[in-house]
């Protein structure tokens, strides 16, 4: 059974930080691009970093480059999301993402989501 699950969301100041992670199960981590995806209400879900799985390089949404930072632990099938210097238009529901394309097959798998709230 795939299950990719989120922790780490909560309420924080802005200025503050949050460090979210994404355990994954039930599929081999290792070959998938990682992504982190958020909502906020009345809004589309949109990009807002993600990893590859061979080389590791990164791609950050321009909203929050230089503050938030992505990484992945492939022996612990975990995907992490730093944030730093987190403003109120951070607030959002975040999702771990899971994609991989092989052999003409697509996988895609979607974790349930965790709120970030960040309001004085």
């Known amino acids: 059974q795939v299950q990719l699950v989120e922790s780490g969301g909560g309420k924080v100041q802005p200025g503050g930080s949050l460090r979210l992670s994404c355990a994954a199960s039930?599929?081999?981590?290792?070959?998938?691009?990682m992504s982190w995806y958020r909502q906020a209400p009345g809004k589309e879900r949109e990009l807002v970093a993600r990893i590859t799985s061979a080389s590791g390089s990164t791609r950050y949404a321009d909203s929050v480059k230089g503050r938030f930072t992505i990484s992945r632990d492939n022996a612990k099938k975990t995907v992490y999301l730093q944030m730093n210097s987190l403003k109120p238009e951070d607030t959002a529901v975040y999702y771990c993402?899971?994609?991989?394309?092989?052999?003409?097959?697509?996988?895609?798998?979607w974790g349930q989501g965790t709120q970030v709230t960040v309001s004085s």
């Open positions: 039930g599929f081999t981590f290792s070959p998938y691009v």
């Open positions: 993402n899971a994609f991989n394309y092989a052999g003409g097959y697509e996988s895609n798998y």
